[in-house]
């Protein structure tokens, strides 16, 4: 799974971060679904469901955003998981060189 930001991870327009909540689609879902206990059995389960609304949410870019540049250690944001996050952060940080 590639991942990609149209800017770097520190930089975010502040009323960009407070507005796209508004448009958010799992603006109506149980926040539980989002917060899983664990990554397998039930757990994986609620990650698929809530990944499969983050996929057709219009804001979930700025959702991913948000949680790069505010750390989110836990949960489901703009479709990622907590352990995605942390190597898009790692990968992010690499020198140009490496990556090629």
């Known amino acids: 799974m590639a991942f990609t930001l149209e800017r770097p991870v520190d930089e975010v327009d502040d009323q960009a971060v407070v507005n796209w909540r508004d448009y958010a689609a799992c603006k109506s879902c149980s926040p539980e679904l989002f917060f899983p206990a664990g990554t397998t059995g039930a757990a994986f389960d ?29 949960g489901i944001w703009g479709g990622t998981t907590e352990a995605d996050r942390v190597l898009m952060k790692r990968l992010s940080r690499r020198p140009a060189a490496l990556s090629a």
């Open 46 to 74: 609620e990650i698929v469901a809530a990944k499969a609304v983050c996929a057709v949410c219009p804001v979930q870019t700025a959702c991913l955003r948000f949680a790069l540049v505010t750390n989110q250690a836990y």
